[in-house]
């Protein structure tokens, strides 16, 4: 099992650009595929991007494509999230998730994530 702390949520304007940090516990980081999903108020958790469990492999939500990049650093056990050209419908709450179970090397169902942190806070102001 591991556990997920995220970290770099805040409160940016337009156009601006955040780093989510997530940081794992644990010894087997590497065997996990990781994602970033977000939640914005009344609306459902959705996926924002994936990685997988060595890199190479990445996929984004149509609407972060260019803006966003995941990324990860095994060695330090934590995965980013770059987000540039922030606009007002990324505000969300930021979850970090993962997943040691599968054959495929990244997921984009928010049922697919067995792992997930508590979230960061991301408000991007007009």
Do not use: H
């Amino acid at each position: 099992q591991v556990q997920l702390v995220e970290s770099g949520g805040g409160l940016v304007q337009a156009g601006d650009s955040l780093r989510l940090s997530c940081v794992a516990s644990g010894r087997t980081f590497g065997s996990y595929a990781m994602g970033w999903l977000r939640q914005a108020p009344g609306k459902e958790r959705e996926f924002v991007a994936a990685i997988s469990r060595l890199g190479g492999g990445t996929s984004y939500v149509d609407s972060v494509k260019g803006r966003f990049t995941i990324s990860r650093d095994n060695a330090k056990k934590t995965v980013y999230l770059q987000m540039d050209s922030l606009k007002p419908e990324d505000t969300a709450v930021y979850f970090c998730a993962g997943t040691d179970v599968g054959g495929s090397a990244y997921y984009t169902k928010v049922y697919e994530y067995r792992y997930w942190g508590q979230g960061t806070q991301v408000t991007v102001s007009s």
